[in-house]
């Protein structure tokens, strides 16, 4: 509905799905179960991951129906209904919900994105010894060599 250029920039507001969060800047943080529909979406996409990609349709189709009812409809209730089941069993705290900033245009707001951040993992400690290991080693091997090296040069 809102055409967008290539290159085109927009000022985003970035919240957390988490309980507590203020869900103010979101589309639907007016309604009052913003914040499990979001859990709910988040859920969803989670399932992209594990599902065959037969399945991404009905699944994008009723992320889409949480928010909007008159949005092209699953299949099936069937994810409705998982979402609906399973999605307290899930950590939302890595989604965001990505809304922009700028004025409403001529068909409502931009779209609204739902991203997972996730941490960059630090290396466990055994990786680190191993690395320390590694380098302790290469070491030894370098100043044995030079010593062969300047024995026999």
Known sequence: SNEVQLGQQWDANLTPITPGADLGDTRFGAEPDALELYEQAAWLALQFASQPSSQYGDIQATMWQLFEPDA??????????????????????????????????QFGQVQEFLTEIVPAAAPEPNAQVLIGLVLIAAS????????????NG
């Open 72 to 105: 092209p409809a699953p299949s099936t209730p069937y994810w409705l209904q998982q979402a609906a089941s399973n999605y307290a069993s899930t950590d939302s705290g890595d989604f965001y919900v990505i809304t922009n900033t700028g004025p409403v245009q």
């Open 140 to 151: 030894c091997v370098l100043r044995r060599r030079r010593r062969t090296l300047l024995k």
